[in-house]
């Protein structure tokens, strides 16, 4: 079983910027892919950012391309979702999964969710 906790969500204003961060742990971090998804209230929940198992390829939502990076670092377990220039359409409750292999831009893909963290962005 491997466990991840997000933090770092809050009330920001618009065109404001937050750092999620994701901590992993009951496995080998090296081994998954991660992804960012994120839900809105209402809505399904869609996919946001994916880095591969050594942080050499990303992936981004057009709708966020730009504006979010994703990274990692192996050695302290840990993937980050950096977001600059927020807009109020990004608020939603932001997950951080895990995938055992490849990159997917598929929530059904992902074998591990975090518990969400809440990010909301004020006009």
């Known amino acids: 079983q491997v466990q991840l906790v997000e933090s770092g969500g809050g009330l920001v204003q618009a065109a404001g910027s937050l750092r999620l961060s994701c901590a992993a742990s009951g496995g080998t971090f090296s081994a998954y892919s991660m992804g960012w998804f994120r839900q809105a209230s209402g809505t399904a929940r869609e996919f946001v950012a994916t880095?591969?198992?050594?942080?050499?390829?990303?992936y981004y939502a057009d709708s966020v391309k730009g504006r979010f990076t994703i990274s990692r670092d192996n050695a302290k377990n840990t993937v980050w979702l950096q977001m600059n220039n927020l807009k109020p359409e990004d608020t939603a409750v932001y997950y951080c999964?895990?995938?055992?292999?490849?990159?997917?831009?598929?929530?059904?893909?992902?074998?591990?969710w975090g518990q969400g963290t809440q990010v909301t962005v004020s006009s």
């Open positions: 999964a895990a995938e055992y292999g490849t990159t997917s831009r598929s929530p059904g893909e992902y074998d591990y």
């Open positions: 880095i591969s198992r050594k942080g050499l390829n990303t």
